[in-house]
């Protein structure tokens, strides 16, 4: 008979959906535990539970602990070992409720003969997306929220975060990071990772890096492919609100091939009387241009989390997009004074 390992954790499905926790004691065939579900939308429920696996898993228990206000009935469950070494089946209860889920061994590997069916009937494979971010500025606020934003989907993983403050690096539970964060001030860089273990002894995992001189990106793994691209994309649009427009398109492009070709454009212009003076202005306008680039990169950070524990003010909140436009802007008048002078004297 195949081993029922003693913890497991997965997804309910159904009337009532959201992440769930099982310990289970067996003793020969006789199975007792508890079953802990966290609904999405009740709250915590936890069950006490009996019955039997022979191959076949037969629970039934009685609630004791339930939201106060919420109804919960008598839980009855039935499931099947997969080769895979997982736990799928139905749940109904007395009072009409019912549905489906799968639970996932996070004790005891399989053992070997269930480890060789495995392998023969789903290979075990992960799936990786990358997703690359803008200019991002955080406040704390946003901060916390993206955090348990992305924890959502885990049920005993715990985020990690680590950052670097005044030159040193450090890496603590989120918990204990968000305790101390009101003394940081602003952060420039953070990386928060969080990762559990799914079917196979792969771990599913979430990262999220950010980094003022460096590429600000989404990274999601997992075995299951849907999951991984749809939680990835998910995570980017929590963030693409607190993106920086105009600093993104400078920090992500730079000079690009049109800006070449508008060069080469002006080259051209009938208005500059000389081939020379015509070489000159566009040699100007891509060191304006380089120069620009250069300037966002320095002296714009690509991110910014504020973490003090005061209101950002307007100008906070505004200032890199205004510095951002009034380089813009600079450049762009000295390339016109600079026609302007190449081209004063031409009749």
């Known amino acids: 008979m195949p081993t029922l390992g003693k913890l497991w954790a997965g997804r309910v499905y159904g009337t009532n959906t959201g992440n769930v926790f099982v310990e289970l004691d067996s003793s020969g065939e006789r199975v007792t535990g508890t079953v802990r579900l966290m609904d999405t939308q009740l709250g915590l429920t936890v069950y006490k539970v009996t019955g039997s696996f022979d191959g076949m898993l037969r629970l039934k228990g009685e609630p004791t602990q339930v939201r106060s206000g919420i109804t919960a009935g008598i839980l009855e469950i039935t499931a099947t070992l997969t080769p895979e070494g997982s736990l799928r089946g139905q749940w109904n209860s007395s009072i009409g409720t019912g549905g489906t889920f799968e639970l996932y061994p996070h004790d005891v590997p399989p053992p070997p003969d269930q480890r060789a069916a495995s392998a023969g009937a789903i290979p075990e494979q992960i799936f990786t997306s990358n997703v690359s971010l803008g200019s991002v500025r955080l406040y704390a606020k946003e901060l916390w929220e993206l955090v348990n934003f992305i924890r959502k989907d885990f049920i005993v993983g715990r985020p990690v975060v680590t950052y670097t403050l005044r030159g040193n690096e450090a890496t603590k539970y989120f918990e204990d990071f968000q305790r101390e964060a009101g003394t940081f001030g602003e952060l420039r860089r953070i990386k928060i990772n969080i990762q559990e273990l799914e079917a196979h002894g792969i ?11 460096g590429q600000n990106e989404i990274q999601v793994q997992g075995i299951n492919e849907s999951w991984v691209i749809g939680k990835a994309e998910a995570i980017a649009r929590t963030l693409r609100p607190f993106e920086r427009r105009l600093v993104t398109t400078y920090k992500k492009f730079g000079l ?29 306008a891509v060191i304006l241009l380089s120069g620009l680039y250069w300037f966002h990169s320095k002296f714009i950070p690509n991110t910014v989390i504020y973490l003090s524990g005061k209101e950002p003010t307007v100008f906070q909140r505004a200032w890199p997009s205004i510095l951002s436009w009034l380089s813009a802007v600079t450049a762009s008048l000295a390339a016109a004074y600079f026609f302007y002078l190449l081209t004063r004297s031409t009749p």
């Not at 771990?203 to 001189?213: E, F, P, R, S, Y």
């Not at 009387?273 to 015509?278: A, F, G, N, P, T």
């Open 203 to 213: 771990n599913k995992v979430v990262t999220i890096g950010l980094n003022a001189t």
């Open 256 to 284: 690009t091939l049109n800006e070449f070709i508008f060069l080469a454009m002006i080259v051209a212009l009938p208005s500059i009387e000389s081939i020379w003076q015509r070489m000159a202005f566009a040699t100007v």
